[in-house]
Structures are given as C-alpha cells and as structure tokens.
C-alpha cells in the first residue's frame, strides 16, 4: 500500500506560470511533510517543509499547502522559471520513523 | 554534498557477485538510510540506522544488508547482486529534532 501518493507523474508549465503538484497520505499520524527537489545526477535537497499544525508556508516563490481533513499537501511554484525544472518529491513522517516518499513529479518549465 | 559522501559512484558488477556500497559523513549526525531509486517507484527506503549497530529493515530490504561500526560510516551490501537490483543507490543522513534529510551524491549500480 503506496503511504504517500503524488500527482502528476510529470508537468510542463510555461515560464512564469504556476507549477503545482499534489500529494496525498494515508496515515494521520504523519507530523512532517517535506518536499525534495532533485536535478539529474543528484541527490535530492530539501526544499520545503510543513508540519501539520499550519495550513500553509512559504519560501520565496515556493509554497506548501496544508489541508488536515483531507490528508492532503501540495506544493506551488509562483512564477516558475527554467531553473526550476528538476524531479519534486513529496514525502511523509512520524516522529523518528523514516521517511516515506511519493513517486516523484518531473517538472519542465518552457520558455 | 557537504558533510556526506557516497563512494563508488558508479559501478559495473556480474550477477551473482557480493557488493559492497559505502556512505560515509563527517556531521556525526544519528541517523543514516538507505533509499533506492527507480524510474516510477520514486525513493524506497532499504534499510537504516539509528546508532552505532542499531539498523532495522525498510521497505525493500530482501537481498540487502547493512553495517554500522562506527558513526560515520553506513555499508550496503548486496550479498549476490541481482538485475533487479541495478538501480541508483542513495544515502541520506539526518541529525536530532525535526530537520529533514541531507543526500549524498548517489551510487549508480548495474548489475549485469
């Protein structure tokens, strides 16, 4: 059973345009959702992360939506530029149990 | 990455043949981990530790198994490499408190 699930597979937005991509847990136990940013040959960095006493954060032009009652988070790229075009991961935790990750998003932004 | 190295990070190996991954950091951070990654499965957790000779098994942990003799070190060892098993192989480490995880550069493994 697939803890952590992640929508879409892949995304192309337009330069300047807003990337968003959804994920969805199961267990309610998780207390930290992270999202990872990864470019080819290399490992993934953390980008964000929310903690489920928040509705929302936001970091620059990168932002983590929080919705408790529907066991989802999803994460928005405001005026998305090429640079951004990497694989996002989402993921999912309990304490100190590891860490549970979505499949993966492969965002292209286009010019 | 800073404070997190994954040594080789490429290799070739013969089905059949033990191999022996290895992550080392320089942060003595407490917990390390193993993931693999394949194209539409995303990150699988294959083992951990949470100290010196405390490891337990993650999602994928068949055919693999691990070592932690001191804190700096984390060995993945396939102990006869299989074709499923060619994959790129990730560690990660991560300190005390609510911090999240620090990837090494990655080991890309293929067994043929």
């Known amino acids: 059973q697939q803890q952590v699930k992640q929508s879409p597979q892949s995304l192309i937005v337009q330069k300047g345009g807003i990337s968003i991509i959804n994920c969805a847990y199961e267990?309610?136990?998780?207390?930290?959702f992270p999202w990872y940013q990864q470019f080819p040959g290399k490992g993934p960095a953390l980008l964000i992360a929310?903690?489920?006493?928040?509705s929302e954060k936001k970091e620059g032009r990168f932002t983590i939506s929080f919705n408790k009652s529907a066991k989802q988070f999803s994460l928005h790229i405001m005026d998305s530029q090429p640079g951004d075009s990497a694989t996002y991961f989402c993921?999912?935790?309990?304490?100190?149990?590891?860490?549970?990750f979505g499949k993966g998003t492969r965002l292209s932004v286009i010019a | 990455d800073a404070g997190i190295t994954q040594s080789p990070r490429h290799k070739v190996t013969e089905t059949g043949t033990p191999v022996t991954l290895r992550c080392h950091q320089t942060e003595n951070h407490r917990y390390m981990y193993w993931y693999r990654q394949d194209p539409g499965h995303g990150l699988r957790l294959i083992h951990y530790s949470y100290g010196v000779k405390d490891t337990d098994k993650g999602e994928v942990s068949d055919g693999y198994s691990v070592s932690r003799s001191k804190t700096e070190d984390f060995l993945l060892t396939l102990e006869s490499a299989t074709s499923s098993q060619t994959s790129v192989y990730f560690c990660?480490?991560?300190?005390?408190?609510?911090?999240?995880?620090?990837f090494g550069s990655g080991t890309r493994l293929t067994v043929v």
């Open positions: 993921a999912a935790s309990r304490g100190n149990t590891p860490l549970v």
């Open positions: 990660a480490i991560r300190g005390q408190g609510p911090y999240g995880y620090t």
């Open positions: 929310i903690r489920p006493d928040v």
């Open positions: 267990n309610t136990a998780f207390d930290y």
